[in-house]
């Protein structure tokens, strides 16, 4: 099964602190330094029309980051990593977001809008999510473009010189390269498998979502009832991955969302939530991963069990709802 796995949320072991408080993170601070002078330029490639140009630098990067990304995620303070997938879609007519889950208490997100800071209206990067059970939230803005590479920076009074990301987008290929107090933090090179669709034009508007006090954006969530036709007689690993194309019968599909959750021996099933997913239709596949190797493989061994395809489709909010059990053993 050659569906991708979210492993990027263990780079969260060596993030920057975390911005302590809600959800909706903090802002503040005099803006990032030693960046230069932004230039914007360049058209969205993400499935729709050319961004609005309303003074904001940089906001063409918005329609660049539209699909289903995935690669390696390396020089992390705790290794190197095989994948690391990203779904990053629009959520409205500005708001670019995906997130990644290992379990209940492991996330990680990406954000990407318009606030102010210094009084501008400036192009942010938002990266948060819990470690652990530790909320982190961090908040950048950009300070340097030139149509190929969009850089960002704290905006804290430390400027680049505690967080600083680039992201660089030309066609298929994206990657971010991420330091923290100048250590190298992580560097991702990704491919787009997937395109996904986007207004035209984007962004619809360049109006302000504040000064970094916004919370995160509701959307949807998935509820999976899995029913395992056994009775588990040790604890094993239980996963939902959420694709937009059928994984029968290549299992080429890549997954734009995977959730585990542990089971315990004597468990005839399990409910698995999947947070923040994006509107659309989707296929879940569910595996009962009994020799709990599936983080690792990327594939099920023989006797572990597996309901493929079932049809799912989520709205902008509420939740959705998926009972499925997994009848299929693996041979």
Not at 314 to 324: E, H
């Amino acid at each position: 099964m050659r569906v991708y796995l979210l492993a990027a949320v263990l780079v969260l072991c060596g993030c920057p602190e975390p911005m302590m408080g809600s959800d909706a993170g903090t802002g503040g601070g005099s803006g990032a330094t030693g960046g230069g002078t932004a230039t914007g330029g360049g058209s969205a490639q993400g499935g729709g029309g050319g961004a609005m140009d309303a003074g904001v630098v940089g906001v063409e990067l918005l329609g660049k980051l539209a699909g289903l990304w995935s690669g390696p995620a390396t020089l992390t303070p705790l290794g190197n990593f095989p994948v690391m997938n990203f779904d990053l879609r629009p959520v409205d007519g500005q708001f670019v977001f995906g997130q990644s889950d290992l379990d209940a208490a492991n996330t990680l997100r990406f954000g990407f809008s318009i606030e102010t800071y210094g009084g501008r209206d400036v192009l942010a990067y938002r990266n948060g999510g819990f470690f652990q059970g530790v909320l982190r939230d961090s908040r950048t803005q950009l300070v340097e473009a030139d149509g190929g590479t969009w850089r960002f920076c704290s905006v804290t009074d430390a400027g680049c010189g505690y967080i600083d990301a680039r992201f660089s987008v030309s066609g298929t290929q994206l990657t971010l390269d991420t330091r923290v107090r100048g250590n190298q933090h992580v560097l991702w090179n990704a491919t787009r498998d997937e395109l996904r669709s986007i207004p035209v034009p984007f962004p619809s508007d360049t109006v302000s979502r504040g000064d970094g006090s916004a919370p995160w954006p509701t959307m949807a969530s998935v509820n999976v009832t899995a029913n395992f036709g056994v009775t588990l007689t040790a604890a094993a690993d239980v996963w939902v991955i959420l694709t937009t194309t059928p994984c029968f019968p290549t299992f080429n599909c890549k997954a734009s969302r995977s959730v585990m959750r542990a089971a315990s021996a004597s468990d005839t099933s399990a409910m698995v939530t999947v947070p923040s997913v994006h509107a659309g239709t989707y296929k879940a596949t569910v595996l009962v991963d009994l020799d709990r190797n599936f983080a690792t493989t990327r594939a099920p061994s023989s006797g572990d069990r597996v309901a493929v395809d079932q049809d799912v489709t989520v709205n902008t909010t509420g939740s959705a709802q998926v009972t499925a059990t997994t009848s299929v053993v693996v041979p």
